[in-house]
């Protein structure tokens, strides 16, 4: 079964750097398909923040950088600051299912 | 500016049929890869369905044989035909357009989504 697993939750202060790991297989990342990561603000719809691992979309802080290496991708995000608590999505092609496969989000708390 | 505004959701009885539209702005569906994406109530986020820019489609297992993507140009709406529905069809359903590399796809811009509820 294809699946790209994250950790539920991680936490952080407000200035720290926090990372949300997300893990495939040899369908998705494994298979040199890039990781994508989308923040998902409460009640709002999901935003692109990484694209091709690594990419941040114009408009989209430094503060925020991905990166992948064999069957896993990272999303980091340093500085944290309070708006930037949220829900985390990952995301791949997955070759098995000739579609998309998302992880199943990571709440990032702000303490 | 490119955005996405989605319609047509509502409450249905299981069994039942309903069609989503997502009207585009800012740049042609019929030039871009356009998919669906859900979100049941506090869960995380499912792929459904991709359109792709020569008519091909794809659809998750569980949605396949069920559910219809497809465009109108004229319009340049993106639709979703829902049959059969389900409980667990409940969600917020999210059009995207659906960006493209060598090495994969991903989804940008988001519409602000449309709640679909199957419940007796």
């Known amino acids: 079964q294809s699946v790209l697993t994250q950790p539920p939750s991680v936490s952080g202060a407000p200035g720290q750097r926090v990372t949300i790991s997300c893990t495939g297989s040899?369908?998705?990342?494994?298979?040199?398909?890039?990781v994508h990561w989308y923040q998902q603000l409460p009640g709002t719809a999901p935003k692109l923040l990484i694209y091709d691992s690594t990419n941040r979309p114009s408009g989209v802080p430094d503060r925020f950088s991905g990166s992948k290496s064999g069957t896993s991708a990272s999303l980091a995000i340093a500085g944290l600051q309070a708006e930037d608590e949220a829900d985390y999505y990952c995301q791949s092609y997955d070759s098995s299912l000739s579609g998309s496969l998302f992880g199943g989000g990571t709440k990032l708390t702000v303490l | 500016e490119v955005q996405l505004l989605e319609t047509g959701g509502a409450l249905i009885q299981p069994g039942g049929s309903l069609r989503l539209s997502c009207a585009a702005s800012?740049?042609?569906?019929?030039?871009?890869?356009m998919s669906w994406v859900r979100q049941a109530p506090g869960k995380g986020l499912e792929w459904v369905s991709v359109l792709y820019t020569g008519g091909r489609t794809y659809y998750a297992d569980s949605v396949k044989g069920r559910f219809t993507i497809s465009r109108d140009n004229s319009k340049n709406t993106l639709y979703l035909q829902m049959n059969s529905l389900r409980a667990e069809d409940t969600a917020v359903y999210y059009c995207a357009r659906t960006m493209f590399s060598s090495s994969s796809l991903w989804f940008d811009p988001w519409g602000q989504g449309t709640l679909v509820t199957v419940s007796s």
């Open positions: 800012g740049f042609t569906v019929n030039t871009n890869y």
């Open positions: 040899s369908s998705n990342i494994g298979a040199g398909y890039d």
